[in-house]
């Protein structure tokens, strides 16, 4: 099991940009699946991006071509650039990671989209 620490978020208003970092630790040096869900009040999580270890990529299709997914210089740190934001982009998001197939979750980080 790794610790999740996420950075980022906050607030933007529509078209907006932000950025979500998360970094792993506890873990060993091997490159694993990490990623994003999101969750709206009062629903499940929803996978927004995942990057696998060899660095394939998928999104979720309302956010192709607005959010890209890339692990930082440290490879078991990742982040999520968010362009083009849109009001039904928020909510809690959270990192997670999968070394050895255990799945853990970070504590989740508000992204606010108004006006």
């Known amino acids: 099991q790794v610790q999740l620490v996420e950075s980022g978020g906050g607030s933007a208003q529509p078209g907006g940009s932000l950025r979500l970092s998360c970094a792993a630790s506890g873990s060993s040096s091997d490159s694993y699946a990490m990623g994003w869900y999101r969750q709206f009040p009062g629903e499940q999580r929803e996978l927004v991006a995942a990057?696998?270890?060899?660095?394939?990529?998928t999104y979720r299709d309302d956010v192709k071509g607005r959010f890209t997914i890339a692990r930082a210089s440290a490879k078991n740190e990742i982040y999520l650039q968010m362009s083009n934001l849109r009001i039904e982009d928020t909510a809690v998001y959270y990192c997670?990671?999968?070394?050895?197939?255990?799945?853990?979750w970070g504590q989740g980080t508000q992204v606010t989209v108004s006006s």
């Open positions: 990057i696998l270890p060899d660095s394939s990529t």
């Open positions: 997670y990671a999968m070394p050895g197939g255990i799945l853990s």
